[in-house]
Nanobody, 126 residues
C-alpha cells in the first residue's frame, strides 16, 4: 500500500495562496488516480479535486473550481494542490488520497479512495 504524507498547510489570510504537496512512498502512484479531500470538525470528508493517472483529466468541486489547481509529477511520486483566493470556508484539514485500484478512474467519492495521508491543516484568517 502506498504511504502518503501531506505538507504545505498553514495559516494564510483570506485572498492568499498556499500550495499543498503530497509525497508518496512504498509504491509508485503513476497507475492511480489521486485526489484531495478536506474535512472540518463534525462534518464528513469533502471532495476537493482529483487527477487522472497521467494528469490528462482533472475534477474539482464547484466550491473550489477556478481557484484551486491539482497537478501531479509521477517522476517525483508527488501530487500538488495549488490553492488561490482562499476563503474562510476553505479552512479544513486537507487529505491526499489514492484510489483503491488502478481500475478506478474519474471518481470523486471518498469510498473509492483507499490510501490516505495524515492530513495537513489549512487555516484562513479573515
Amino acid at each position: 500500500q502506498v504511504q502518503l504524507v501531506e505538507s504545505g498547510g498553514g495559516l494564510v489570510q483570506a485572498g492568499g495562496s498556499l500550495r499543498l504537496s503530497c509525497a508518496a512512498s512504498g509504491r509508485t502512484i503513476s497507475p492511480y488516480d489521486m485526489g484531495w479531500f478536506r474535512q472540518t470538525p463534525g462534518k464528513e470528508r469533502e471532495f476537493v479535486a482529483a487527477i487522472s493517472r497521467i494528469g490528462g483529466s482533472v475534477y474539482y468541486s464547484n466550491s473550489v473550481k477556478g481557484r484551486f489547481t491539482i497537478s501531479r509529477d509521477n517522476a517525483k511520486n508527488t501530487v500538488y494542490l495549488q490553492m488561490n483566493s482562499l476563503k474562510s470556508e476553505d479552512a479544513a484539514v486537507y487529505y491526499c488520497a489514492a484510489v483503491r485500484s488502478p481500475s478506478l478512474y474519474g471518481s470523486t467519492s471518498a469510498t473509492d479512495f483507499g490510501s490516505w495521508g495524515q492530513g495537513t491543516q489549512v487555516t484562513v484568517s479573515s
